[in-house]
């Protein structure tokens, strides 16, 4: 197939292509083998299959791969808003962490107890109050704010 050909394909896009030989290059390596290509409008998928040095060095990377914790997404949005972390979005994130589940799955607020009641008030206004902070920092806003309804606190984030 001349290059030409392959324009042709990729802009009329949704056709799939057997490939013989196909070079992916990563910027550090390349990967020769062979496989399929499904061409879409917006993107080119591709599943190769390849028996190289190469291959194996991804596939080990990718299998010991360990995906980010729900902790470390929160630290790394934090980080990202110049956010202090450790005693104050911490504790948010501790906050929702104990308090997410019985808030969405324990039984109807009317047969809990007061105490219980007023807690998980608190911690939803928290909770709230965290999600406000990043959001506000994700839309530029610097300066004072409310961090919690149910409490009289303001800080400057």
Do not use: C
């Amino acid at each position: 197939m001349t290059a030409n050909d392959f324009v042709k394909i990729v802009r009329s896009g949704g056709d799939k292509l057997r490939v013989d030989e196909v070079v992916v290059s990563t910027g550090t390596q390349e990967l020769h083998g062979k496989g399929m290509l499904k061409i879409n409008r917006t993107d080119i998928q591709g599943q190769i299959a390849e028996k190289g040095d190469g291959y194996r060095r991804l596939i080990n990377v990718v299998r010991s791969a360990q995906p980010y914790s729900m902790q470390q997404m929160i630290q790394a949005l934090a980080s990202h808003f110049e956010l202090q972390w450790q005693g104050d979005m911490e504790n948010i994130y501790s906050t929702w962490s104990r308090a997410r589940h019985p808030l969405v799955h324990e039984k109807p607020r009317a047969e809990t107890t007061e105490d219980k009641l007023k807690e998980s008030v608190r911690n939803e206004s928290q909770i709230a109050g965290g999600i406000n902070i990043l959001l506000l920092k994700l839309f530029g806003y610097s300066g004072w704010l409310r961090h919690s309804a149910l409490e009289d606190g303001y800080r400057k984030i």
